[in-house]
């Protein structure tokens, strides 16, 4: 079945650091790929998507790029804070317009200040 | 604002149990969505459903059920609970390509 792979487990950084978040997926169609991300004591929020191979997504000055050649879609921050310590989940997504979502494990980000 | 909210908030059952985690969203959405989350495992979707009175498996489903008797309202139901259905429960609906998440219930099983 499709599953999702996030590297890193745990990433700490200090402030104004580059970040970056492997995320590698395996899926037989074409899937929509998305970022999530938790704060500590919340459901996950919505970060942003991608649907089609080097499509950008974007916000909050976090980004990544679908790629299908090498079926990854990496989550990059050019200069992280403090208040981005959470947990990102990457997530592939199946169906109409992605309604069924498979994630990954999930990598905690810590921002040391 | 799009809300949705889950009850209890936190459980804690006996093994062989029946628990009944609710869900109630006011986004007018179609789909709702059962999720558990176990440290190293991310989140795993256990049912959702895209319409009232019709639910769907989703990738681990044994030991749970589902029931969706209105748009707004979508349960979990564990008939005999076990150790091992400990985690943290979340409920979800989405709209075009967005899930909204709850906060979250914390089920211990004893």
């Known amino acids: 079945g499709d599953s999702v792979t996030q590297t890193e487990g745990q990433v700490a950084l200090s402030e104004e650091d580059f970040l970056t978040i492997h995320c590698n997926y395996s899926?037989?169609?074409?899937?929509?790929l998305f970022w999530y991300v938790q704060y500590p004591g919340e459901g996950p929020q919505f970060l942003f998507r991608?649907?089609?191979?080097?499509e950008k997504g974007s916000s909050r000055g976090f980004e990544a790029t679908y790629d299908k050649g090498t079926t990854s879609f990496h989550l990059r921050k050019a200069s992280v804070q403090e208040s981005d310590s959470a947990v990102y989940y990457c997530?592939?997504?199946?169906?109409?317009?992605?309604?069924?979502?498979?994630f990954g494990g999930g990598t905690r980000l810590t921002v040391r200040p | 604002e799009a809300a949705v909210t889950q009850s209890p908030r936190s459980k804690v059952a006996v093994t062989g149990g029946k628990v009944t985690l609710s869900c109630h969203q006011t986004?007018?959405?179609?789909?709702m969505y059962w999720y558990r989350q176990d440290t190293g495992h991310g989140l795993r979707l256990i049912h959702y459903?895209?319409?009232?009175?019709?639910?769907e498996k989703g990738d681990i489903p044994d030991g749970y059920k589902a029931s969706r008797p209105s748009q707004e309202n979508f349960s979990l139901i564990l008939e005999l609970a076990s150790l091992s259905q400990t985690a943290v429960y979340f409920c979800?609906?989405?709209?075009?390509?967005?899930?909204?998440f709850g906060p979250g219930t914390r089920l211990t099983v004893l």
């Open positions: 979800a609906s989405r709209d075009i390509y967005e899930q909204y």
């Open positions: 899926a037989s169609g074409y899937p929509a």
């Open positions: 991608a649907s089609r191979d080097k």
């Open positions: 997530a592939l997504g199946e169906g109409n317009a992605g309604a069924k979502l498979t």
């Open positions: 986004n007018n959405h179609d789909y």
């Open positions: 459903s895209y319409v009232a009175d019709s639910t």
